[in-house]
């Protein structure tokens, strides 16, 4: 069973400020997920990546993938309370399972104004 | 254009009984997912259709959770004699094809479902 360790799974902090979601798993990934899910909605995708050491930039959001393809974290540069949700990452395995999507417990973040 | 949707939003149903729950997926969309997440935890995978065929129901609790499409469109997705621990909210997700792994699913809101 492939399972997606995500850290912290609480986030507090201040406008302007930075930070680091961390994704991390024993198993390797065909290509690692990051979406952002706000209450009563479904998840929203921000980014795909699929190689290893991939970096990918979002406005103020910086994606990598690790080069193993086992981990991946999100960065946040000048947080702001619109940045406010659950953030999760969501990796694809290979082979027959490649259809479904293998979630991490979620990093719910609050970003005070 | 209309994005995946999920009727009814909520239901409230009392343990042992039945419910079903309905997803309509993107239009064209021939892959449709359905997984279930629990307070402060991420979506669990259940159930993956290609077209009109189960791919993958590896995620499936027990044998009371059982998914149908028929038309290889609209899915349900029938739960039998509830129980409280069924209780979460269970999102439906579609995508263009399923054998790209770089390919978006979109997930409608969810059917939050409450057993009593």
């Known amino acids: 069973t492939q399972l997606l360790e995500q850290s912290p799974q609480f986030l507090s902090i201040q406008e302007g400020e930075n930070l680091t979601v961390y994704c991390n798993s024993s198993?390797?990934?065909?290509?690692l997920q990051w979406y952002r899910q706000e209450p009563g909605e479904g998840p929203v995708l921000l980014v795909t990546?699929?190689?290893?050491?991939e970096v990918k930039k979002l406005k103020r959001l910086t994606f990598q993938f690790g080069d193993a393809r086992k981990d991946s974290s999100l960065h946040i540069t000048a947080a702001q309370p619109g940045d406010t949700g659950l953030y999760l990452c969501?990796?694809?395995?290979?082979?027959?399972?490649?259809?479904?999507?293998?979630f991490g417990q979620g990093t719910i973040l609050t970003v005070h104004p | 254009g209309a994005g995946v949707s999920q009727t009814p939003s909520n239901k409230v149903t009392e343990k042992g009984k039945y419910v079903e729950l309905r997803c309509d997926p993107i239009s064209g969309h021939t892959a449709l997912y359905w997984y279930r997440q629990s307070l402060g935890q991420g979506p669990e995978f259940l159930i993956y259709f290609q077209g009109t065929g189960a791919a993958d129901d590896s995620g499936l609790p027990n044998d009371r959770f059982f998914a149908v499409r028929p038309e290889g469109s609209v899915s349900t997705l029938k739960i039998q004699r509830t129980e409280r621990g069924d209780s979460a909210v269970y999102l439906c997700?579609?995508?263009?094809?399923?054998?790209?792994?770089?390919?978006?699913?979109?997930f409608g809101p969810g059917t939050r479902l409450t057993v009593t």
């Open positions: 969501a990796g694809r395995a290979g082979g027959t399972s490649y259809g479904k999507l293998t």
């Open positions: 198993s390797v990934f065909s290509s």
């Open positions: 997700a579609s995508s263009p094809a399923g054998t790209g792994r770089t390919h978006e699913q979109y």
């Open positions: 990546v699929v190689t290893g050491g």
